[in-house]
């Protein structure tokens, strides 16, 4: 029988994502907690509040991280505490991520920064956010200041997290404030956040020359509901050109992906391939896509749909671990280290989480096998937080959180995951522990 025991590289890194806003409560200073006061906004009339209570208590989930055999974490800077108004500096607030950063190193858990994570200062919302093209030098130089700050504790860097989603969802499916529907204005936001990216790399470099500097891309797939149909194909080819291509595009160079783009402004003259040093991955799902005429929902009357897949909570969208391995390979055309800075389902029972855990893991071994360079994993994530629009109905957390009373209680995949990180392998054992169905699947013989 072959040894079925799925090993990682020693190399390789375990670790959990967050956003400020999702896990530090009281930020009243940006467009999301305004977002929220207004009614319908937000699923359940939910409200951040306190969140996670990260901003007077992170390092008692740091404590729970490194108890889990974890060696690095991904957190973002919350840009409105940062620069509260235009140019106007809380040292303060830098004071409290840099003890936050050391807590993490103290731990021996590397920190990955984010410098925008879906949320912006009120000040700059009200000057048309990243509609404006201001966006761009204002967002340059709050990154000096932070990385002038902060620079002694991170040496890991993520610019911006899902242009393409905070572009979609805020400007075409109205999600996200400022809830418009336009793809003209879409397309021009994009552009600003890939233009600030590249400012952002360039500024990080001067700073710090031996800083690795990344963006999170969330890859989705976009897979034809009828493949034989040439409008179900030309439908899901369209929402890929959007979604992901136009910005793997941009950053990607020539050489490496075609420079042709949807024709809403951009071109093979926009500055910003080659402003990389790694990319990062955030995968969750993929759709079916079915032409339809009469759709108004999205862009060119397009509608998408699941009908046969195994839905995830909330209905969140299909479990579909193999897009895992689909969309390393496909990043892995970059020549790039690649970070999965996030991945995992919403499982409020961790009836499915287990199972899932193991098969997305499976993949990253897969591609790991095919020589794709990826370096670390980022589960999403480690404690139940606000998830933007749907509130706190999709529980994420490896750990349940009553947002109420900030009690905390790990769920059974929180030991499969440490389990993992600790023995750097998926094992037969754990398999059968966590989930004895897939052993026809996962263990020959």
């Not at 998830?387 to 957390?397: I, K, S, V």
């Amino acid at each position: 029988m072959p040894d079925a025991t799925y090993h990682f590289p020693p190399d390789f890194r375990w670790g959990v994502a967050t956003a400020s806003h999702q896990v530090e409560g009281g930020n009243t200073n940006n467009q999301w907690w305004a977002w929220e006061q207004q009614p319908g906004r937000i699923a359940q009339g939910h409200r951040s509040g306190r969140a996670c209570d990260w901003w007077t208590n992170a390092e008692a989930d740091f404590d729970r991280a490194a108890a889990m055999n974890l060696r690095t974490l991904r957190l973002s800077i919350e840009w409105s505490r940062v620069e509260t108004k235009p140019g106007i500096i809380d040292t303060a607030a830098l004071d409290r991520y840099r003890q936050m950063l050391r807590g993490l190193r103290e731990r021996d858990i590397e920190p990955m920064v984010t410098l925008h994570h879906f949320s912006d200062p009120l000040w700059l919302a009200e000057s048309g956010g990243w509609t404006n093209p201001d966006v761009v030098a204002h967002f340059a130089r709050y990154v000096k200041q932070v990385v002038s700050a902060l620079v002694d504790d991170v040496t890991l860097w993520c610019t911006i997290n899902e242009p393409n989603v905070y572009a979609t969802s805020g400007y075409i499916l109205g999600d996200f404030p400022p809830g418009m529907h336009d793809l003209g204005t879409a397309a021009r936001v994009l552009r600003h956040m890939l233009r600030a990216h590249t400012a952002a790399y360039r500024a990080i470099h001067e700073i710090q020359p031996g800083a690795q500097v990344g963006l999170a891309h969330n890859m989705r797939f976009f897979d034809p509901a009828r493949p034989r149909r040439l409008l179900d194909r030309a439908a899901a080819m369209v929402q890929d050109l959007w979604f992901n291509r136009t910005t793997l595009a941009a950053v990607g160079g020539t050489h490496r992906l075609p420079w042709w783009l949807p024709p809403v402004g951009f071109g093979p003259a926009l500055a910003t391939r080659n402003t990389l040093d790694w990319i990062g991955l955030n995968y969750y799902t993929r759709d079916r896509v079915a032409f339809d005429r009469s759709a108004r929902d999205t862009a060119y009357g397009i509608r998408l749909h699941s009908d046969d897949a195994e839905p995830m909570d909330g209905n969140y969208g299909e479990l579909y671990p193999e897009g895992l391995f689909r969309a390393i390979k496909r990043l892995s055309r970059l020549n790039l280290p690649i970070h999965i800075t996030e991945n995992g389902i919403p499982d409020s029972d961790d009836d499915q989480r287990p199972r899932a855990l193991i098969l997305h893991l499976h993949q990253v071994w897969r591609a790991l096998q095919d020589n794709c360079p990826v370096k670390s994993y980022y589960h999403w994530t480690l404690v139940d937080n606000f998830e933007w629009a749907e509130g706190w109905t999709l529980p994420f957390g490896l750990i349940q959180l009553d947002h109420a009373t900030q009690a905390r209680r790990p769920r059974p995949s929180a030991d499969l995951y440490s389990a993992i990180a600790r023995s750097y392998a998926i094992t037969p054992e754990l398999i059968d522990a966590y989930g004895p169905e897939l052993r026809k699947e996962l263990l020959p013989g």
